[in-house]
């Protein structure tokens, strides 16, 4: 297959390394930052530029931009996109995306999913990118109706041959409820942590705790203030209920209340057992 990929940041990068390492496919990629299209080159991550003539040859597009850039890129490139090419997008949040492409696409005769990898890094940008990020992950594809045999069999062979362990098909509702909590409150929270003064103050006072909790606070602030303000509705719920909760920690301490806060302790314990 010829494979398009568009942005080489560090999921568009890493695939385009993982796709030159792990399969025979041939890749060609655009980024507005010619610097990264050189740099992929010369590591052989790519076999060129996508442009608008090899967008025509390309059997699979790979779209690694923000949500809105994404929408305006497909839209844009539409009358170069062959009809039947599969089109997939590994945003962070997919009911923007999807609503704005899914009839889109079928009006233009390409295929497009929706699809987030599970994988990354707290850096950014194909200086980071490596071919065996996604290695163990799971893809999260939202089919929206595509129900073509032969397209799913495409896009599952494709990417488990660059790593992936599994592959998870939900819907954009869905997908958007679950990772507001899974992977934008997370990063919320590292990000808010971090802002304590005693942040200043930790060096030989900390370990693993602190860097697991830390690790997401150095983020991506465009890219991560897009993909919250876009699902701002089902983070504000997981955000006002972490606050409750945390609340309630506060209170059995100001309480000086030992078994409020044992059996808080052992609530979240229980939680975490049954929830893996």
């Avoid at 076999?47 to 690694?64: A, F, K």
């Avoid at 997008?89 to 995306?97: E, H, Y």
């Avoid at 660059?162 to 507001?180: C, M, N, P, S, W």
Wanted: glycine share 10%.
């Amino acid at each position: 297959m010829q494979i398009g990929i568009v942005g080489l940041g560090l999921i568009g990068g890493s695939f385009a390394r993982a796709i030159k390492e792990h399969t025979p496919h041939s890749v060609f990629a655009f980024d507005i930052d010619r610097s990264a299209l050189l740099g992929a080159t010369l590591v052989g991550a790519i076999d060129g530029e996508l442009t608008d003539p090899q967008l025509q040859n390309t059997d699979l597009l790979l779209l690694s931009l923000y949500p809105q850039a994404t929408v305006d890129f497909v839209k844009s490139h539409a009358a170069a996109i062959r009809p039947g090419t599969i089109v997939v997008d590994c945003c962070g949040v997919k009911r923007p995306v999807c609503d704005a492409l899914c009839d889109f696409a079928k009006q233009h005769g390409f295929h497009f999913l929706g699809g987030h990898p599970m994988a990354g890094t707290q850096f950014w940008g194909f200086a980071h990118a490596r071919a065996s990020l996604f290695k163990g992950a799971s893809m999260i594809l939202t089919t929206n109706g595509v129900s073509d045999i032969g397209v799913l069999e495409t896009v599952k062979r494709f990417f488990l041959s660059v790593g992936f362990e599994t592959l998870t098909f939900t819907t954009a509702d869905e997908h958007d409820k679950i990772i507001a909590y899974t992977s934008q409150l997370a990063h919320i929270v590292s990000n808010a942590y971090v802002k304590s003064p005693t942040a200043l103050q930790r060096k030989g006072f900390s370990a693993g705790s602190y860097r697991d909790m830390t690790r997401v606070a150095k983020l991506n602030v465009e890219m991560w203030t897009e993909l919250c303000l876009e699902n701002r509705d089902n983070l504000g719920k997981e955000l006002g209920l972490l606050i409750e909760n945390l609340q309630a920690y506060k209170d059995a301490l100001d309480r000086n209340d030992e078994p409020a806060l044992r059996q808080l302790l052992q609530d979240g314990k229980d939680t975490k057992r049954r929830a893996g």
